[in-house]
């Protein structure tokens, strides 16, 4: 499947956009090589492999949650600028 340059100039037209000559056959170009690489790649036999949603395999790196001694509440409080009843204190939004 190739890609006319007429159809560029519809799709930039589309997209309100001003290619330059130059642009014109760099993109068409470009996107004919990119359905001839999507054209072999069809041809490609993938009977035998199995559907995967990544291409390799994702394993957590997380650690461990560990119960740790948190920071003093009066410290923490004492860096911000207002609080009340033990609670950051924060302008209304409605």
Do not use: C, W
């Not at 041809?43 to 920071?71: F, G």
């Amino acid at each position: 499947m190739k890609i006319s340059r007429e159809e560029i100039e519809h799709v930039a037209l589309l997209a309100r956009l001003e290619l330059t000559e130059e642009e014109l056959i760099t993109n068409t170009e470009q996107l004919n090589s990119i359905l001839d690489y999507a054209a072999m790649l069809e041809k490609l036999n993938t009977d035998d492999i199995k559907p995967t949603a990544h291409a390799v395999p994702l394993h957590n790196v997380l650690r461990e949650d560990q119960v740790q001694p948190s920071m003093d509440r009066e410290k923490v409080l004492g860096n911000a600028p207002q609080a009340e009843g033990g609670f950051f204190k924060v302008p209304r939004i409605v």
